[in-house]
């Protein structure tokens, strides 16, 4: 088994670990709470930590109460393409946005807030859904001589896999933790979001394989 020890030059991407996406919560991620634990032993092996804050202003064009007619899983066509609609979550400000109070990752440098523009979402921690408004965390990660980005939290086959394929495209290595993650899986999502990744070159690994 290929282990995996963190060093200077990586970085862990700990994606929307929020209360809407755990268990009762507005978009509920299955198990979601249950990585918790997982998450902050992970994350104590890093020196960098980045976590990101799904972000979204109300009336935000991810949210199925945005269109008329609209039910939370449809799927529509905006002016960048292909949308899910979701039900409201991840307000800005609201109990639901808030990251899970069980984690434990004082030493997390930056929360990266992404989903903020009312008009386009963004799964992706670098890039937004019309692949062109840039977040910065490329650049931020550059310039603290990240060269490789290790990434767990809500959920795999969206904002996990999304920010995969993107750091793969910034020139990262990249590598998802699977077992500190849970999916959504809808409609064949998960195998879906893992071959678009395998393909692009992201890892897939397990918690037992980082050492340190
Ligand atoms: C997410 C759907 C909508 C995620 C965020 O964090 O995976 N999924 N917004
Ligand atoms: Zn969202």
């Not at 990251?99 to 992706?124: M, P, Q, T």
């Not at 408004?133 to 310039?143: F, H, N, Q």
Request: proline share 3%; glycine share 10%; aromatic share 8%.
């Amino acid at each position: 088994m290929e282990t995996f020890t963190p060093r200077a030059s990586d970085a862990l991407i700990v994606v929307d670990m929020q209360y809407d996406f755990m268990p009762g919560g507005a978009l509920a991620v299955g198990e979601g709470d249950a990585i918790v634990p997982l998450v902050n032993r992970l994350a104590a092996k890093f020196a960098h930590v980045v976590l990101t804050q799904d972000w979204h202003p109300p009336g935000h064009a991810s949210f199925a109460s945005s269109h008329q007619g609209a039910k939370p899983f449809d799927t529509i066509r905006l002016s960048y393409g292909e949308q899910v609609l979701w039900p409201d979550h991840c307000v800005q400000k609201s109990r639901g946005a808030e990251l899970h109070h069980g984690l434990d990752i004082g030493h997390a440098i930056l929360v990266l807030r992404k989903g903020v523009n009312k008009e386009v979402d963004s799964y992706s921690a670098f890039v937004e859904a019309d692949g062109r408004s840039k977040t910065g965390l490329a650049g931020y990660l550059r310039e603290r001589g990240i060269d490789r980005v290790f990434l767990c939290g809500l959920a795999t086959d969206y904002c996990v896999a999304f920010s995969a394929l993107d750091a793969r495209a910034a020139g990262f290595a990249a590598l998802v933790v699977d077992d500190a993650c849970r999916a959504i899986d809808m409609a064949g999502s998960l195998a879906a979001a893992w071959a678009k990744m395998e393909a692009a070159g992201v890892t897939r690994v397990g918690s037992d394989q980082i050492g340190g």
